[in-house]
């Protein structure tokens, strides 16, 4: 049966796109995976582990918790396969986070030094379309590599293929 929850649907498809990409970058080799391009955090292993870096502060952030180093800046290589084992464990406890509280409550964030304070809803926001903004600039790297067909990405397609049981 479709699912009909806005709040649901964001964060299924989310994690489902996000995993998309990363299943096919699991086909490329290294040297693709970490080819520099001229948008986003530069390559497909910046930019998808930029995705999950964001994610796990944006929880950090709405658990309360002190933001630890950034996934995307702590020096480390990952591969497709590793940040897929991250993925399911960020958006699991992402979407708890986002459950957990009301999404009207006020959130505070320290970065460089300032504080500054979002509802949850805007952080659940915020870190739903910043997914989709960076998984563009992937499937742009994807198809500058020469991948076809491109993975789905879209709620349509997620929905088309959640109803399928695929």
């Keep these: 049966m479709p699912k009909s929850d806005v709040q649901e649907i964001l964060l299924a498809h989310d994690r489902w ?9 699991k086909k490329l080799n290294n040297e693709q995976f970490h080819q520099s391009f001229q948008m986003g ?16 502060t944006w929880t950090q952030t709405l ?5 630890t180093v950034r996934l995307d800046l702590d020096g480390r290589q990952r591969s497709p396969t590793e940040l897929l084992a991250l993925l399911k464990t960020f958006t699991d406890e992402f979407a708890a986070q986002v459950q957990r509280r009301p999404l009207d ?3 505070s964030r320290v970065r460089e030094g300032k504080t500054y304070e979002y509802t949850r809803g805007a952080v659940f926001a915020h870190v739903i379309t910043h ?4 998984r563009a600039q992937c499937l742009n790297m994807l ?3 020469g991948v076809n067909p491109l993975p789905p990405s879209g709620v349509a ?3 088309r293929t959640v109803d399928a049981g695929k």
Excluded: F, K, Y
């Design 157 to 159: 397609e997620w929905t």
């Design 63 to 67: 658990a309360g918790q002190e933001v």
């Design 105 to 107: 409550e006020i959130v």
């Design 143 to 145: 198809r500058q590599l």
């Design 131 to 134: 997914g989709m903004h960076h």
């Design 17 to 25: 796109a996000t995993e998309q990409i990363l299943d096919v970058c």
């Design 41 to 56: 955090p530069g390559s497909l292993h910046n930019t998808t582990t930029h995705i999950l870096g964001a994610m796990r």
